[in-house]
């Protein structure tokens, strides 16, 4: 039903994009906020059959998808409040001093536009990270059209949003080229798009690999751009002595909630967690275990995760020194996700890459450190992360500065590499 799109149609798109900037970087910011307002309303009148289509191509619950829809119409109108308000414009206006010596000018400067900005689609977001999700809205605020990718799992998901967008382009008068609305199930539209001359910043949110490669494309061209990209994390647990002792079933009881759920298909998912070798973490262990075992499997996403997450958790498992703790004792079908826990100790995760990497599913390896010195070098080796927790008493933290310290690095080794923070007042320069 959808087919790639051309060379030739990519071009013609491009230059819609770039001639629509000309234009649109020149509306109020009032016409800019009504036009996000406008989108939200089209989303909302999209009604129960954009529900039900993406039920069908996400296998998402309907009470998820509902409330996703409902934050992504709070951020199309958060964003839009927030560009009328124009405080992330950075004015500033230094005026002359003529009698200093010598004469200080007059300097005005503010923040203005980019240009078109290409967004990729995430697959486990269908509403708030896709077509019309932050990126789209931020970009919009900050005066830039937009190009959008569809992601190929959800393309008709996509596809009645941008139909929404188009719909409230055309009622706001917005240029011709402000939205466009492409395909590819291959890496050839996206690197086309992300290598175009008119395209001026990307937004991405989905995997280390794809987004790293798309920073790489937008870093290799004659013109250098910014590539906003939200990736795959493990998002690392600390478990410390003196609040695993005291809350060891709770803390069990809480990530036998998290791990499985949305099918491990979310973002912070915990992927790792990190204890010390005591008795206090083989009744978590146990506990977790136990639970894990009474949780049923659920469809993910689409084939493409489902084949992922059975070869990168195979390869996990057979790695020297991982073992399994537990897993759902439910049958689970092809096309769903079995809930898994595995450990192995502190040295062999220090001494393998291959357990630091992301398994995007309700999967997690719980590694056990022989000491607080064992623990801090397993959170020094660690590569940027989205997210790193603490479970902690006060105490904990008062002892264990070196970890604390260590575990700040985690999140800004991520952070210094791919920053995607702010995004409104970054798509401006």
């Known amino acids: 039903m959808f087919n790639d799109s051309s060379p030739k149609e990519i071009e013609m798109i491009m230059q819609q994009a770039w001639n629509a900037f000309h234009i649109y970087r020149k509306f109020s910011l009032q016409q800019r906020a009504a036009f996000m307002k406008a989108i939200a309303i089209e989303l909302e009148n999209c009604g129960d059959e954009l529900i039900q289509t993406a039920m069908q191509e996400t296998h998402l ?9 409902a934050r992504t119409i ?26 200093k010596t010598p004469p200080k000018p007059d300097i005005r400067k503010m923040l203005v536009p980019l240009g078109p900005v290409v967004v990729f689609g995430a697959s486990n977001f269908p509403f708030a990270y896709s077509t019309a999700g932050g990126d ?41 080229g402000i939205f466009a609305h492409v ?15 008119h395209t001026k910043a990307v937004g991405f949110t989905g995997s280390f ?21 939200e990736m795959g994390s493990t998002n690392p647990v600390f478990l410390l002595p003196q609040k695993l002792a005291a809350s060891a079933h709770e803390i069990a009881a809480m990530y036998a909630g998290s791990i499985p759920l949305g099918v491990g298909q979310f973002c912070t998912n915990p992927g790792i967690i990190i204890g010390i070798e005591s008795e206090a973490l083989q009744t978590f262990m146990h506990d977790l275990g136990k639970a894990i075992q009474q949780i ?38 092809e096309n769903e996700g079995l809930p898994t826990i595995a450990t192995a100790s502190g040295q062999a995760f220090i001494n393998n890459p291959v357990l630091h990497l992301e398994v995007f599913g309700p999967y997690s390896i719980i590694i056990r450190c022989k000491d607080m010195h064992e623990m801090t070098e397993v959170a020094k080796q660690l590569e940027g992360q989205l997210t790193a927790t603490l479970m902690a008493t006060e105490n904990d933290i008062k002892e264990n500065n070196e970890l604390v310290e260590a575990v700040k690095n985690i999140w800004c080794r991520w952070h210094q590499t791919f920053c995607q923070a702010d995004r409104l007042s970054k798509l401006e320069q």
Request: charge should be negative; include cysteine.
């Open 61 to 69: 619950p309907e009470a998820r998808l509902r409330g996703e829809r």
């Open 74 to 99: 709070f951020q199309l109108n958060s964003y839009a409040e927030a560009c009328e308000k124009g405080g992330w414009l950075e004015a500033r206006i230094d005026t002359a001093i003529p009698d």
């Open 136 to 176: 789209t809205a931020s970009a919009f605020a900050a005066g830039c059209p937009v190009i959008v990718k569809a992601h190929p799992a959800h393309a008709q998901t996509s596809e009645m949003v941008a139909q929404a967008i188009l719909l409230a382009a055309e009622k706001c008068k917005m240029p011709k």
């Open 183 to 197: 395909y590819g199930a291959g890496f050839e539209v996206g690197k086309a798009l992300v290598l175009h001359p």
């Open 209 to 229: 690999s794809g987004g790293k490669q798309l920073f790489d494309w937008g870093n290799q061209r004659k013109e250098p751009i910014p590539v906003f990209a």
């Open 296 to 333: 049923a499997p659920a469809p993910m996403l689409h084939e493409g995760i489902v084949d992922a997450y059975k070869k990168n958790k195979g390869n996990a498992l057979l790695q020297e020194d991982v073992h399994l703790v537990a897993e759902s004792e439910t049958d689970v079908k």
